[in-house]
């Protein structure tokens, strides 16, 4: 080796190409001065990390530590402003002070909204209450919202604020005082295990269990409501008799639809419309939440400004913006009312409003920071929305549209260009802007649909480019005119027009729904994958720059995350149902028997729900086996009373796994080298799975995911303030 290599060998990379690494240190000091006004953006973020992580908890924590944290680490952070500390440092104290204030404000929500579960009766019960409002419509027929009064066998300071009721023949209006001869259990547990927790939701919703009439309901002789309960049935009242005149104009079916996305009465839709919504993609649309709130808003918005522009007289007094905003945040409000104020449309309506608050305080309405406020503000008031499918679809939604609007260039304007190339080129224009908008849309809460529904309409977006023109510029503007006209008998034709809407509405759906292939199952993912994909769907939107592409294959993670395999059993809550995987296939032993949960477990798992073949098994009125042990590993009894040993010994030797949903004594000597389940360790575990471990089946219970939590302490209303 001459001196010159050994030099060379001896000089520094920086020295021999100094340049490309400093520009890339200048781009990467580029790329975070592009953010000096987004830093902000990741507060809310923070909050719903730290609310998330409470939910994710496996066991109660307690109070004051939680606030302690929160008051300590906000302190800090203030403090640190005030020295004038870089933003190196504040920063870091701003997102940890979120994340503990957002683990406060959900355990402190928590408390607020405690109030008596009802626990699993072992016989049928009166209940005498108070109809305060009328549900969707169940597999069994209508339900009802109660507020029981007296319940048999219950204490007063045991007995739920409200109960959610399956009731035969048509429902009963609000303000009427029932009696009913019913089943009561507490809320209903996952389907399986980390499947969506219904009694989590039914805590935050105050629904403190569900019956089930065995009769008709009879009329009850209740004392006098308390005023906010009043108050309440009446608003309720006036709302189910809008939505009755709604589904008299227009029919039942048409009518039904119609009043969904008035009142948020379901009670008329049928089935199968919801069912071919579903797979059309449309389903969102029979909801209420921010798209029937945007409309309604934005229509009075741009009425009431067009309205004061037609006056010069007014339009040289006042501010027509403001005027209309004002008359935007009545419109919200008023819907929100009539809507009955569920979760998703109060988070729609505060959405809405703080875009309104925006326009009045003279700041641009539709923003990342608007959206910023508004995500904080439905996150203080409801700190569980954070783990609902509706905030997170509303939210990633939102985000990649603002992301959006904000990439796309400037239209440029033409000068002296004849009205036909003017016109075609608007036109243009609006489709491209309307298809972009419905892809980033669609992309940015596909993981969510994927992750909780397991369904993904392929042809979803074609469906709602279709829908949307109707949708936005017919049916919901004539809806909201002919609601506030009707009970002045002038809605008529408004109604009418919205019908037609309507129909057209559901025929796009129904095409769309017949297509071949129109919708695909997909398995959920681990636990781990959706938190990791809605980080990179903010990082998307959020960050500005080319390294925003940074969170693309972590957007992906739902879809890209390998999926485990799917159990050999599944046993239902209570052991009154079963299935069993062959290949892709989940066998149902009983087929209509909870039929919601069958479906649910099985589509999570990637699985097609098919019946049990008649032939090849033996069914009485309480239990089903195979005639062969080798043709399915699961014997059922489904019988409250317990099996005899006679019965016990022909299931034993059926199957390799018997469930028994009663509680069984003792066990033949045919059970030995079996896997019996039965009654003790369904209400210790609710909903299992199974899978075959060798010679022997590891399972995973339903109450090992939920935790120790006050949501899943059946029956039990008093949880203590120090942690579980």
């Not at 649309?285 to 009431?304: P, R």
């Not at 260039?409 to 009205?419: C, D, F, G, L």
């Not at 025929?507 to 997909?522: D, F, H």
């Not at 960050?543 to 599944?570: N, Q, S």
């Amino acid at each position: 080796m001459d001196k010159g290599s050994v030099g060379a060998a001896l000089i520094p990379p920086d020295a021999v190409n100094p340049s490309a690494r400093e520009r890339f240190r200048a781009w990467l000091a580029d790329q975070a001065a592009a953010q000096s006004d987004r830093w902000r953006l990741w507060a809310p973020v923070a909050f719903g990390g730290g609310c998330a992580a409470y939910f994710a908890l496996m066991t109660e924590p307690s109070l004051w530590p939680l606030l302690l944290a929160a008051v300590v680490t906000a302190g800090v952070w203030l403090g640190a402003k005030r020295r004038g500390l870089s933003r190196r440092w504040t920063l870091p104290l701003l997102m940890l002070a979120c994340l503990a204030g957002g683990l406060a404000a959900a355990k402190t929500r928590t408390l607020i909204v405690a109030e008596p579960v009802a626990p699993a009766m072992s016989e049928p019960t009166v209940i005498e209450g108070w109809v305060v409002d009328v549900d969707s419509r169940g597999e069994r027929g209508a339900r009802v919202v109660i507020a029981p009064v007296r319940v048999r066998g219950l204490a007063p300071e045991q007995t739920p604020t409200r109960l959610r009721a399956t009731v035969r023949g048509a429902p009963p209006p609000p303000g009427a005082p029932v009696r009913l001869f019913a089943i009561l259990n507490p809320p209903p547990a996952p389907a399986a295990p980390g499947a969506y927790d219904f009694g989590r939701n039914a805590w935050f919703q105050g629904l403190g269990g569900s019956a089930f009439a065995l009769g008709e309901l009879r009329p009850a002789v209740l004392p006098d409501p308390p005023w906010r309960l009043a108050l309440e049935m009446r608003v309720n009242a006036a709302r189910f008799r809008l939505a009755q005149a709604i589904v008299a104009r227009l029919g039942e079916r048409t009518g039904g639809v119609a009043a969904a996305m008035t009142t948020g009465h379901e009670t008329w839709i049928m089935p199968e419309d919801v069912q071919t919504m579903r797979d059309s993609g449309l389903a969102h649309i029979l909801s209420i939440s921010g798209l029937h709130m945007a409309i309604v808003g934005g229509f009075v918005f741009f009425a009431v400004r067009l309205g004061v522009a037609l006056v010069p007289w007014l339009a040289l007094r006042v501010s027509g913006k403001k005027v209309a905003a004002w008359a935007g945040l009545i419109a919200v409000g008023t819907y929100l009312i009539v809507s009955g104020a569920p979760p998703p449309a109060e988070r729609a309506a505060i959405t809405a409003s703080i875009a309104f608050l925006a326009i009045l305080l003279d700041r641009q309405a539709i923003s990342m920071h608007a959206l910023a406020v508004a995500a904080f503000a439905v996150l203080i008031l409801q700190p569980e929305a954070v783990v609902t499918p509706g905030f997170q679809m509303s939210f990633a939604a939102t985000a990649a549209l603002v992301a959006l609007a904000e990439a796309w260039p400037p239209r440029t304007r033409e000068i002296s260009a004849p009205w036909p190339i003017v016109w075609s080129q608007r036109i243009g224009g609006w489709i491209v802007i309307a298809v972009a908008a419905s892809l980033v849309a669609g992309l940015a809460t596909g993981p969510f649909a994927m992750q909780h529904f397991n369904r993904t309409a392929v042809y979803g977006l074609a469906a709602n480019l279709m829908t949307a023109p109707v949708a936005d510029f017919i049916m919901l503007p004539a809806l909201a005119v002919g609601a506030a006209l009707e009970p002045l008998g002038l809605g008529a034709p408004f109604l009418w027009l919205a019908g037609v809407g309507v129909d057209l509405m559901l025929a796009i759906g129904g095409w769309v729904a017949s297509l071949p292939g129109a919708v695909r199952t997909v398995p959920s993912a681990p636990a781990a994958a959706l938190p990791i994909a809605f980080l990179g769907v903010l990082f998307l939107c959020l960050w500005k720059g080319r390294l925003r592409w940074l969170g693309l294959p972590f957007a992906l993670a739902v879809l890209v995350w390998p999926r485990a395999p799917a159990p050999d059993l599944w046993i239902g809550d209570g052991g009154t149902n079963a299935a069993f995987r062959v290949e892709h296939a989940a066998v149902v032993v009983r087929p209509g028997v909870r039929q919601f949960a069958v479906d649910l477990w099985s589509r999570r798992r990637g699985l097609e729900a098919v019946e049990r073949p008649v032939e090849g098994w033996t069914c009485t009125r309480f239990a089903c086996a195979p005639s062969r042990r080798d043709a399915a590993s699961i014997a059922m009894w489904w019988g409250r009373r317990a099996p005899t040993m006679e019965q016990m010994t022909s299931l034993c030797a059926s199957a390799p796994v018997v469930s028994v949903r009663a509680v069984v004594q003792s066990l033949p000597t045919t059970c030995n080298g079996r896997l019996v389940l039965d009654g003790l360790d369904y209400a210790r575990g609710g909903a299992v799975e199974l899978w075959r471990d060798g010679s022997g089946w590891r399972a995973a219970w339903t109450t090992q995911a939920r935790g120790d939590r006050p949501w899943s302490r059946l029956g039990d209303p008093d949880f203590s303030d120090s942690g579980g």
